[in-house]
């Protein structure tokens, strides 16, 4: 597929209302007659004549189409079916009661419910004793702390502080029907970044010559002549200290520096402070002028009220937090960004950091690495604090009072920062939209004329070594 060079501003015109004969079809699911009438819109007949700023709207609007088609491909009963081969007992109530508990992320369409093409390993993973139980009645739940977690826990309350050294893995690659040797190819990997909590930053080895960037999303960059079977290749190292923070409200002085001021403002078309989020944000923390109680209030409300849930990919919704706080549902990021848009409404400064939950071998296990994001806020004296509700959120449905007080807070130093800014743009600039505009974490290709989709390359992350470190 060949693809039409994209303007990075024009994320921001997400925001833009969309005319009536477009949000019905879309709506509806009927996503092929968006495209249809995107091209009558656009023709040369149709009055009004659109203004520039429309027509990159619908251009981008045509973009969204042809992912959300791609991205809802299950229909109801092939999701049921997908159940009875595991779940031999499994029926379409069952599926109902999955849909009911909040984690699958769905469409409905004319000719019926469609699901995220993840949503069956998401339900599994998310909804496990429900579906224990259908195999055995008798099945009962068991407490399960995440022991990695409440070990790094333990460590730093008593020594203040854990650090970890990692060595890291990366690749990258056209799939097979996407290899064009004697092209030009160009490849963006994550690259640990330059933060507070990272340091010993090395690379090790690399497949192809890389130009290693500074900017806020931070990468390994290679150009080259592609051959067949090329991949991008590169190992990488560095250490992550986490420092342990024992908060009190009655510490907190409410200054915020000039240099943190601008993490309060929106970002179009996500951190976008819509009436209802202000509402949200104002019920929140009615009573109380404490930046910390503010932002615990809003923690609260995103742990208890956001299911975890895998979603259709990030460059496929209009607004994320808006989602997150109206379904009730999504996963880490959109998890964060809720939390970010409702502390900077409430006048609590808030960024991204994202990259990489980092597993160390445990228990027999060789370890492993995963796409993960998760929230800094700002709160005197204390400086910059971490929240990750994802991981909160989960310790608190399976009952871990502990964990979940944790992450509003403090972090684990199992992480690989490689972003320290959302949306911002990748250096140097990708000629195509990005498979993730806001975000980079496994990787990016594209050739002079094509970008190739997820679906197009084949990418992973290996875990070589992780060490404490005194």
């Not at 498979?435 to 997820?454: A, K, W």
Request: charge should be negative; charged fraction near 25%; glycine fraction near 6%.
């Amino acid at each position: 597929m060949k693809n039409t060079p994209f303007n990075y501003d024009d994320l921001a015109l997400l925001t833009v209302e969309l005319p009536d004969s477009i949000k019905n079809l879309r709506y509806s699911g009927r996503f092929d007659h968006v495209l249809c009438e995107i091209d009558r819109l656009l023709s040369d007949n149709t009055h009004p004549n659109f203004e520039p700023i429309m027509v990159r709207r619908l251009e981008l609007e045509r973009f969204l189409a042809v992912g959300l088609a791609h991205d809802y491909q299950v229909p109801f009963e092939d999701m049921v079916e997908n159940f009875r081969e595991k779940y031999p007992n499994f029926t379409e109530k069952n599926l109902v009661d999955l849909v009911n508990s909040g984690h699958a992320d769905f469409m409905v369409k004319t000719d019926g419910i469609y699901f995220e093409n993840a949503a069956y390993s998401n339900l599994r993973e998310c909804c496990g004793n429900y579906l224990a139980k259908l195999e055995n009645p008798d099945f009962v739940s068991s407490p399960n702390p995440n022991g990695e977690q409440h070990e790094a826990m333990a460590y730093m309350r008593e020594h203040g502080r854990s650090s970890w050294r990692y060595r890291i893995r990366e690749w990258i690659e056209p799939d097979e029907q996407h290899e064009r040797p004697g092209e030009t190819v160009r490849i963006w990997l994550p690259f640990p970044a330059i933060t507070p909590e990272q340091s010993g930053i090395r690379l090790i080895e690399s497949s192809h010559p890389v130009y290693i960037t500074d900017g806020p999303i931070r990468t390994a960059y290679a150009e080259f002549e592609y051959h067949a079977g090329d991949r991008l290749e590169i190992t990488l190292e560095f250490t992550n200290t986490a420092v342990y923070h024992d908060l009190h409200e009655e510490d907190v002085t409410g200054e915020i520096p000039a240099e943190v001021l601008p993490y309060l403002a929106e970002v179009e078309p996500h951190i976008v402070f819509t009436p209802y989020l202000k509402k949200l944000a104002a019920y929140l923390t009615e009573g109380t002028d404490n930046p910390l109680v503010k932002a615990r209030r809003i923690y609260d409300y995103v742990t208890s009220h956001v299911k975890y849930s895998y979603t259709r990919e990030y460059r496929l919704f209009d607004n994320i937090p808006m989602y997150a706080a109206v379904n009730g549902r999504g996963d880490c990021g959109v998890q964060a960004l809720l939390f970010i848009t409702l502390c900077r409404i409430a006048g609590v400064p808030a960024r991204w950091q994202s990259g990489n939950a980092v597993h160390p071998p445990r228990n027999g296990n060789s370890g492993r690495v995963g796409s993960h994001d998760w929230a800094l806020f700002y709160i005197a004296p204390y400086g910059w604090l971490y929240c990750d509700p994802s991981y909160g959120g989960g310790a608190k449905r399976r009952g871990d009072t502990e964990a979940w007080n944790w992450y509003f807070g403090n972090l684990d130093p199992h992480r690989y920062v490689c972003c320290t800014e959302f949306q911002r743009q990748l250096d140097p600039a990708k000629t195509f939209m990005r498979l993730d505009p806001y975000d980079n974490q496994s990787g990016e290709i594209e050739y002079s004329d094509e970008c190739l989709s997820y679906s197009d390359v084949n990418c992973s992350k290996k875990l070589l070594e992780a060490e404490q470190l005194p």
